[in-house]
Structures are given as C-alpha cells and as structure tokens.
C-alpha cells in the first residue's frame, strides 16, 4: 500500500520564480556571503541586475543573512521541541512577551485550527533548561496547559537560528562572541563594517574573523527567511512504535524527505530533527497548500510504516512568536544527515 502514495512531488511555488533566481537563493542559503561579482559570474548576468534581484528577493521573502552555528563548540546545551497545548485560547502577545524574556526559546508559532505552541529551546545548562520548561508551563498555567516536550537528538536537514540573547550566554571568548552576534544578524557585512562597529582594526577583524572560521563555531554562512505568506508552511510531530523491520520500512520515508525539485527556491522540507521524550521526530516543510502538506506527511508517514508508527500531528503554521525559520536550498541528498537506528549485534 505505501507504493500508492509517491513521494515524488512536484511543488508549484518554486515555478514563481525563475531558474535564475532560484540559482541566486541557491548559492546564498550555502555561502551567504558569496559576492555579488560571483553571482554575475556563476549566473550570466550584470552585477547591476544581480544587485537589483538581490534586493527584490530580500522584500518578497524577507531574507535575512545569517550563520549557523554550532551549538556544541558554544558551550550550549538541551535542545528540546516542546509542544504545549492550551485549553482556552491565549493572548499571544502576552505569549509572546513571556517566550522574550527568556534567551532560551529560539524559535516559538503558535498554529492553526488549535491552541497550541511550538517552541525549539536550548540552554547553557540542563539544569537552566528544565528550570525554564517548568517556568513556561506555570507562566502560561492561566490559559490550562499541557506541555509535552521532547530532546533534540540532532538535527538531519536544516537548522534552528539562534537568537543573539542566547549566543551573548556562550561560553566563547568575548571578541569571538561580540563578532558572532553581528555575523548572526548580518553574515553579508564587511570587513570594514566590522572594524567599525566593534571598534578593532581591519588587520585584526581579518585575523579574528579566519580564527572564529578555525575554530568551526561557524558551519556555514546562510539565510533566513519571514514566514512565506503565499504557500503552507507545516509542522509535524511523529510518534513510533518500532517493531522488528522499523529500519526497513522507515528508508521509504528517508528517500521522501530526501526528494525534492531538482532547483528550489525553498527545500520542501527546512527543519527535520530525531527526537526521544513525547514524540520521535519534528519536522517544518513547505508545501503549495495544507491538503498536501497533510498528504505527504501524514498520509505517507501511515503508509510508509504501517505499524511502526502510533500517529502523526500535522499543523500549519499561523503566526512566528519569536525568531525566524531558515530558508533552506539545498542538494538534499548530499545536506540530510542519516542516522542509523539499526540494532547492533552487541545489543541482539
């Protein structure tokens, strides 16, 4: 039965813009800071019209420059999606006032057709996670709360932008710290922007900028995006019941999130992360509508893994509470990070 549903699926929001474009975003969601010059050389055209499409795809998409960092080398630690439901409908700015407080959630939406949040968090220590969880669920105990919240194994596809109020709490060396966070607002910025704002010479920002690159703090230059307004852009939480050919029967869902147009203006999936706690894996993807979103998430998962699978939770996205979701172009196949659930011999 899971043959009759393909993975295959062609998404219509990429034909809205053109090869060219796409080619653009491409190159900048891997090396944000690839110059202008180069995206003449490597597209054919003007470094006048490249500016000029820079700067329309930057209003229509709301790009952001950004860095994805790794969160290990910062000293952060307690990666956790919590999903809280509500059973009166909340005041989501109040909501949103509470989420700012703190520089642990890095990305919170609230969602539609329900009251519910999702929020990804991470901290400096397991201890100030689990005093935060706790504290998000009494401060929105008004509204009668659930919370189900889930570890981050790591993340397969994409990644979650972090706030500079959390990247401030990094255990790294101030220079390196204080030009992380305006790499993270603005990884486009220049050299001599850089000696001004942090009021270091040129010399010395090349150097410290080459050390934060040996140090691999940064895995890559790339952007982010507001949430597109013209497509369904859908969360989904997967729980299993792994039973004795899980591993079989979960690479038909690997080879569905690992296909996708050939050239995309956004990867059809953004975020895809394992999880252990409430739930075993989160995604965020990026369909035409929400009957397809539901269609090829939902529908497959079900079909794909039979009964290794107790249920999926599928949900549009309605509003970004805090922080930004990463636009995503990539080769896939060569980006998804495969783990293997398989049981060792020493485990039989």
């Keep these: 039965m899971a043959e009759e549903l393909s993975y295959q699926l062609h998404s219509e929001f990429n034909d809205k813009y053109g090869t060219i474009t796409r080619k653009i975003v491409r190159m900048l969601s891997e090396n944000s800071r690839i110059s202008i010059s180069d995206l003449a050389n490597n597209t054919g055209l003007s470094r006048r019209t490249v ?147 942090l009021s270091m010479h040129f010399n010395t920002v090349a150097y410290t900028f080459n050390k934060l690159l040996k140090m691999n703090y940064i895995k890559r230059f790339t952007i982010t995006m507001d949430k597109p307004d013209y497509v369904s852009t859908a969360a989904f939480l997967v729980k299993y019941t792994p039973k004795e050919d899980f591993e079989k029967q979960v690479l038909k869902v690997r080879r569905a999130f690992q296909s996708d147009d050939e050239n995309t203006l956004i990867s059809r999936y953004i975020v895809l992360a394992p999880l252990i706690g409430s739930y075993d894996h989160f995604g965020v993807g990026v369909f035409d509508d929400f009957k397809t979103a539901t269609a090829q998430i939902a529908k497959y998962h079900k079909q794909a893994l039979g009964n290794n699978i107790a249920y999926v939770l599928c949900y549009e996205i309605d509003k970004m509470l805090i922080g930004r979701l990463p636009l995503r172009s990539v080769d896939d196949k060569k980006d998804y990070n495969v783990i293997d659930w398989t049981v060792g011999e020493e485990m039989k």
Excluded: C
């Excluded at 952001?64 to 790794?70: K, P």
């Excluded at 890095?106 to 969602?111: D, K, R």
């Excluded at 659930?146 to 709490?169: C, D, I, W, Y």
């Design 51 to 197: 500016s000029m499409r820079l700067k329309k795809i930057e209003q229509e998409l709301g790009i952001r420059y950004t860095v994805e960092l790794d969160y290990n080398k910062l000293g952060l630690t307690s990666p956790h999606i919590v999903f809280v439901e509500l059973k009166e409908k909340p005041d989501y700015e109040y909501v949103e006032k509470v989420l700012k407080k703190s520089p642990i959630p890095q990305i919170a939406f609230s969602v539609k057709g329900k009251n519910a949040i999702l929020i990804y968090g991470i901290a400096t220590s397991t201890s100030e996670y689990v005093y935060w969880d706790n504290a998000i669920a009494v401060l929105l105990a008004r509204y009668g709360t659930l919370a189900q919240t889930s570890e981050v194994v790591h993340t397969q596809l994409g990644f979650f932008p972090l706030r500079n109020e959390m990247l401030e709490k990094s255990s790294i060396a101030p220079k390196y710290k204080e030009m992380l966070k305006i790499l993270n607002e603005n990884s486009r910025v220049t050299f001599q922007e850089l000696s001004k704002r």
